[in-house]
C-alpha cells in the first residue's frame, strides 16, 4: 500500500454541531505555506530547504513538512481543527531531520489545535507550537517540473536521491530530463499539446537513447512510461502536480 498510518494518537473529538466540513470558511480549496514556526514561544527551525504545506480539499486536509505528504478527514467547528484517519506516504526521508519534522507536524495536527484566519494567513495554534502560513496561489502548467515521486498504482516512492528529472511543458510541447538523456514531443514535428480540463494530450516523445547508470535509468523510465500513452490526468496543487496515464503510472512533481 502506498499509505501506512502513523503512529500517533488522532483526536476524535466532537467539536459542535453542523456539517463540520471546510466549506465556507475561507480556507476550502487553498493552500498555505509556512512563514514562521514557534515552538514554546521560540522560533523553531525547519529542515534547511522545506517549508511546511497545508491543502485543503473538500473535507481532507492534505500537508507535507517537507518529505512524506500526510492526509486526513478534517473539521474546522468552533475556531478548531480536527483531523481523523490521518495516514501519511511511505518514502524515505534522507535528508537528516526531516523524518522527525513530519512526525512534528503530524502530533500538531492530530492535537486539534487552534485556527484563525489573520487576512489571508492561516494562524494555526497547537499547545505548545504555532505555524503561521501564507495563501499560496497555485503554479500554473507551463514551465519545468522537477520529479520528487514515482507513482505505480496507489504506491508513491521517492526518486532516486541525487538524480534529477524534470518534464517541461513550453511554447506547446513536452521536454523531459531524466539525469543522462532527454527528449521532447517537438523533435517529431508533432501538433502542440492539447489540455482539456485536467487532460493532456499530446504526440510522440522521442529521447535519445544513452544507457545511464541504474537510478537515472529508474527516473527515464518513470517518465517515459507515465508519457508513453501520449495522454495524462493532471492535478496542480500550489506548486506541485501529479501526471498519471490510463495505466496508473504517474509523477509527482514540484516547480
Known sequence: MGFRVLVVAVALMATGCGSGSAGGNGVQGKVFTSTSVTEQGRPRALVEGTKIELRFIDDRLVATAGCNQMQGQVKLD?????????????????TPGSQEQDEWLAKLLTATPAWKLDGTSLVLTGPDAEIVLAQEQPATLE?????????????????PEGVTGTV????????????????????????????????????????????????????????????????????????????????????????
Open 143 to 159: 514551465g519545468t517540473w522537477t520529479v520528487e515521486g514515482l507513482i505505480d498504482k496507489d504506491v508513491v516512492s521517492s526518486a
Open 78 to 94: 468552533d475556531g478548531k481543527l480536527a483531523v481523523t484517519d490521518l495516514s501519511t506516504t511511505d518514502m524515505a526521508c534522507t
Open 168 to 255: 517541461s511543458f513550453k511554447e506547446g510541447f513536452i521536454y523531459v530530463r531524466g539525469g543522462c538523456n532527454s527528449g521532447s514531443t517537438k523533435v517529431t514535428g508533432a501538433d502542440e499539446y492539447e489540455v482539456d480540463g485536467q487532460t493532456i494530450a499530446f504526440g510522440e516523445l522521442v529521447v535519445t537513447a544513452m544507457m545511464c547508470a541504474e537510478d537515472k535509468m529508474k527516473v527515464e523510465s518513470a517518465i517515459l512510461d507515465t508519457l508513453g500513452l501520449r495522454k495524462v490526468t493532471f492535478e496542480i496543487e500550489g506548486n506541485t502536480m501529479t501526471l498519471k496515464n490510463a495505466d496508473g503510472v504517474g509523477l509527482q512533481l514540484r516547480k
